[in-house]
């Protein structure tokens, strides 16, 4: 599966950025699809995953702030961001778990878009 991110950008706090990750390939009756993140300095770190059955799953740092969905028709899938705060601040990458292995188990990687959040 190869995977495409884009959508990064510079936007103050508080505000909103929708990330968007196209796929491709060969996609198991089973998979999941998501966000990780890496912030200069930091280990990368789970952010957000939706099944093909429509199961989100996030990280409680942005829970209830990101919203993680998928448009199947265009093989997309986005992470819309609000409430965004200066310690989001990150590269984020798209990632597919394909075929479903285990929860947050994922293998494949897009390249990474860059977001930064300013105080």
């Known amino acids: 599966v190869q995977l495409q991110a884009s959508g990064g950008g510079l936007v103050q706090a508080g505000g909103s950025l929708r990330l968007s990750c196209a796929y491709s390939?060969?996609?198991?009756?089973?998979?999941?699809l998501g966000w990780f993140r890496q912030a200069t300095g930091k280990e990368r770190e789970f952010v957000a995953s939706?099944?093909?059955?429509?199961?989100?799953d996030y990280a409680d740092s942005v829970k209830d702030r990101f919203v993680i969905s998928i448009e199947n028709g265009k093989n997309t899938v986005y992470l819309q961001m609000n409430s965004l705060k200066p310690e989001d601040t990150a590269v984020y990458y798209c990632a597919a778990n394909n075929p479903f292995r285990r929860r947050r188990d994922f293998r494949h990687w897009g390249q990474g878009t860059q977001v930064t959040v300013s105080s």
């Open positions: 390939g060969r996609m198991y009756s089973a998979y999941a």
């Open positions: 939706i099944s093909s059955s429509g199961v989100t």
